[in-house]
Nanobody, 130 residues
């Protein structure tokens, strides 16, 4: 399975960006797919995930508290792509954003655990200026 992230760039505070993650290699219709980020000098952290609970629904999405209400994760199974719409961006959102996939069901208690994800994209840099 290969993941290709894109869509990063430079944006002013309050602006928006949409990240895309194209998944190839296997049918990922039942994979949990999500986004993590890593700011300079910090550890990689969970951002958002959409999981398979026997069906796909916006109710099966989970977010870190820091981005809740500003970011929206979605997926297009026909295009094998997962998106992260980021609105009201803040300078503290500056980081390299990574998409990740797990070929198993992930309960909500572990969706933030990096080790649960088997496949990772190469990362895309998001810079938010103040």
């Amino acid at each position: 399975v290969q993941l290709q992230a894109s869509g990063g760039g430079l944006v002013q505070a309050g602006g928006s960006l949409r990240l895309s993650c194209a998944v190839s290699g296997r049918t990922f219709s039942r994979y949990a797919t999500g986004w993590f980020r890593q700011a300079p000098g910090k550890e990689r952290e969970f951002v958002a995930v959409v999981v398979w609970n026997g069906y796909w629904s916006s109710r099966n999405t989970y977010y870190a508290d820091a981005v809740k209400g500003r970011f929206t994760i979605s997926r297009d199974n026909a295009k094998n792509t997962v998106y992260l719409q980021m609105n009201s961006l803040k300078p503290e959102d500056t980081a390299v954003y990574y998409c990740a996939a797990a070929p198993v069901y992930l309960p909500v208690t572990v969706v933030h655990v990096i080790e649960k994800y088997d496949y990772w994209g190469q990362g895309t840099l998001v810079t938010v200026s103040s």
